[in-house]
């Protein structure tokens, strides 16, 4: 018993540390940029010394990864805060993709930072043309099973529902990708991406 509560402890202790690491390193993204972060600044950040990061990073690229990569996972969990009023399927998708168009609006550094990597390690999170890999991927599996229903209810045209979200996907992450290069303002950008998917679905 004793032992088990002291491996407990010890790992809530690891992914508190963990967890202040990467709290840092956010820091750091957010008022300096991605190449700013360094071990020894996030390290200075939590009080720690270099030597006790590498007990929970390999190095500083991991540690970049997975800031990065728990900023993406933020943006993929807002999809599913996305609802509509309405009550059909291509309502729902459109109000979803928008929540996640808002999101990506609060953390455009990490989506462009995350979408633009082409890093194996991310592109296992990040695919959208490999269809195996979509199937694994909740959003997805969601989005493809929203499509199927509306298409059931003839709400939605007939197609492939796999090969529509990695359209609807795509055309998004284009419209968002341009919006910010471009400095568009934000309600544009939502109107393009209304308008597209009206337009697909």
């Not at 007990?55 to 990569?69: C, G, P, V």
């Not at 695919?127 to 969601?142: G, H, Q």
């Amino acid at each position: 018993m004793k032992s088990s509560m002291k491996e407990t402890l010890k790992k809530e202790k690891t992914e508190t540390v963990r967890t202040a690491i990467l709290d840092a390193a956010d820091s750091i993204i957010e008022t300096e940029g991605f190449e700013k972060i360094s071990i020894r600044k996030v390290a200075g950040m939590i009080g720690y010394s270099p030597g006790n990061i590498y007990q929970y990073f390999s190095d500083k690229d991991a540690l970049i990864n997975h800031t990065i990569m728990r900023g993406y996972m933020r943006l993929m969990q807002s999809v599913k805060k996305g609802e509509s009023d309405e009550d059909n399927i291509p309502s729902l998708i459109t109000s979803r993709f928008l929540s996640y168009a808002e999101a990506v609006f609060e953390n455009p550094i990490y989506y462009k930072a995350v979408m633009f990597s082409g890093k194996e390690t991310i592109l296992e999170h990040t695919r959208i043309l490999d269809r195996k890999a979509i199937l694994d991927r909740p959003a997805f599996k969601e989005l493809i099973e929203s499509i199927q229903e509306g298409i059931e209810k003839k709400e939605i045209r007939e197609e492939d529902p796999v090969i529509l979200a990695q359209m609807l996907w795509s055309t998004v992450f284009g419209i968002l990708t341009r919006g910010i290069l471009e400095s568009k303002d934000e309600a544009s950008i939502k109107d393009y991406i209304k308008c597209a998917i009206k337009r697909m679905l």
